[in-house]
Nanobody
């Protein structure tokens, strides 16, 4: 079964923190590079952070020093610790492998989790 279940989003004031979690099926998690993506209305989904199976991480410049991606290979779960949140971090956050898992030629995505940062 192919599954991605994101959780942990919510409404927070600027400067606050949230911790997102994503439970993935083994067929997606495996030894793949995993990533957190985010999307705002009218914009393309962007990669925010990535982590390899050996825990090597990378971040988009706008979140460096504020976000931390981690993974638990025993639980097929990837996390995103978000600190010092800014209003521009407001988005729906998704996790997936890199490249995104496909089913029938189309990218498969979970429901995502909404993060809203108020100023």
């Amino acid at each position: 079964q192919v599954q991605l279940v994101e959780s942990g989003g919510g409404l927070v004031q600027a400067g606050g923190s949230l911790r997102l979690a994503c439970a993935a099926s083994g067929s997606i998690f495996g030894l793949n590079v995993m990533a957190w993506y985010r999307q705002t209305p009218g914009k393309q989904r962007e990669v925010v952070a990535t982590i390899t199976s050996r825990y090597i991480t990378a971040y988009v410049d706008s979140v460096k020093g504020r976000f931390t991606i981690s993974r638990d290979n025993t639980k097929n779960t990837v996390y995103l610790q978000m600190d010092s949140l800014k209003p521009e971090d407001t988005a729906v956050y998704y996790c997936n492998s890199v490249p995104a898992r496909q089913i029938g030629g189309n990218d498969y995505w979970g429901q995502g989790t909404q993060v809203t940062v108020s100023s």
